[in-house]
């Protein structure tokens, strides 16, 4: 079974400063894997994924990602935090299956300016 | 393009009332996804889709009901709500495939009952 963990509930980072929101996957195979942001009262909106190639994936709004399949991880990064950037994140794992998105409980992130 | 659309935004049902949650997505897309959001608890996946007339269980199926007779609704059915429903939903639809973002999100229902 498919199974993703961010182990972080809340993340709080100076404005400016760099910023990582942790996440870690299981899955049989090859893994398919999403970032999505939710800005309160919204749903959920894409914000970068991995299926093959460069482990560095770059998304919307600066964010990227760094896919580490030894360490089956999948960690968000952005090098300069904005008060803007504040919200949920969560990390999504699927097999190559077409199977539905397992979405880890979400990682709060405050900018605090 | 609308994307995908859900209908009531808001609802607050008596326990035991029945109500349907629309959806619907002009994207042409063949899969379709009924979540529930709890604080604290991420998306857990209630029901899926993969084509009209083709329904499958999630993670937490128990209590309601879904129908797909066109590619672009997907109805979610409370027959008898309970407390324990009381939840902000989410519909969402894909294609198959690697292509595009994933899975495109409605902006959800928050439904509360009492």
């Known amino acids: 079974a498919q199974s993703v963990a961010q182990p972080e509930d809340q993340v709080n980072v100076a404005e400016g400063n760099p910023l990582t929101v942790k996440c870690t996957y299981s899955v049989s195979g090859n893994p398919y894997l999403f970032w999505y942001v939710q800005y309160p009262n919204r749903g959920l909106q894409f914000l970068l994924k991995?299926?093959?190639?460069?482990?560095l994936v770059k998304g919307s709004y600066g964010f990227e990602a760094e896919f580490n399949k030894s360490q089956t991880s999948f960690h968000l990064k952005k090098p300069s935090a904005l008060v803007s950037d504040s919200a949920l994140y969560f990390c999504a794992v699927r097999d190559t299956r077409n199977t539905p998105l397992v979405f880890g409980k979400g990682t709060r992130l405050s900018v605090i300016a | 393009n609308a994307g995908v659309t859900q209908t009531p935004k808001f609802r607050i049902l008596k326990i035991g009332q029945s109500m349907t949650l629309q959806c619907a997505q002009d994207?042409?897309?063949?899969?379709m996804y009924w979540y529930r959001q709890d604080p604290g608890m991420g998306l857990k996946l209630i029901y899926y889709s993969v084509g009209a007339g083709i329904t499958d269980k999630g993670e937490v199926p128990n209590g309601y009901n879904v129908s797909r007779s066109t590619t672009e609704d997907f109805p979610l059915r409370l027959e008898l709500a309970a407390p324990s429903q009381t939840s902000v939903y989410f519909c969402?639809?894909?294609?198959?495939?690697?292509?595009?973002?994933?899975?495109?999100f409605g902006p959800g229902t928050r439904l509360t009952v009492t």
């Open positions: 991995y299926i093959t190639g460069d482990n």
């Open positions: 969402a639809s894909s294609s198959s495939g690697t292509s595009g973002m994933g899975q495109y």
């Open positions: 994207m042409n897309h063949n899969y």
